[in-house]
């Protein structure tokens, strides 16, 4: 399968409602944000605090577009956490935070609008 980012792209495939449900999309709170000069994109180290139920994990977000360290830190994100961890260098990266591409294609993080206890799952 194809990912685009295409806004005027057509809908992807038809999935069955089942296939939605095994993408468990938590909310958590960044916990620390830090550079990652090593990657080969621009990228930060997050640590993102799901809870009791999933615990603190760890991502590579391509997120320096619009953000930077100490302005994520406390923010909550979006985050897709199972899917298998992603070797990237020497750091691995447990979770997938979600965002959406700005006009340009720097991705702009997707977040509940409203405070909400962390580790609720999308529905």
């Known amino acids: 399968m194809?990912?685009?980012?295409?806004?005027?792209?057509?809908?992807a495939p038809p999935?069955?409602?089942d296939d939605f449900l095994r993408v468990d999309i938590r909310v958590g709170r960044i916990v620390e944000a830090k550079p990652f000069p090593e990657a080969r994109k621009p990228a930060f180290k997050l640590s993102v605090d799901f809870g009791p139920?999933?615990?603190?994990?760890?991502?590579?977000?391509?997120?320096?577009?619009?953000y930077d360290c100490e302005q994520l830190v406390g923010r909550l994100v979006a985050a897709v956490v199972n899917f298998p961890p992603r070797q990237i260098g020497k750091?691995?990266?447990?979770?997938?935070?979600?965002?959406?591409?700005?006009?340009n294609g720097a991705v702009v993080l997707f977040a509940p609008d409203?405070?909400?206890?962390?580790?609720?799952?999308?529905?």
């Open 53 to 66: 139920g999933v615990g603190i994990k760890r991502s590579s977000a391509q997120i320096t577009e619009h």
């Open 15 to 17: 999935i069955a409602f």
């Open 114 to 123: 409203s405070d909400v206890p962390i580790g609720g799952r999308l529905f």
């Open 91 to 103: 750091f691995l990266s447990e979770v997938l935070v979600l965002g959406f591409p700005d006009a």
């Open 2 to 11: 194809h990912l685009t980012h295409d806004r005027n792209a057509p809908p």
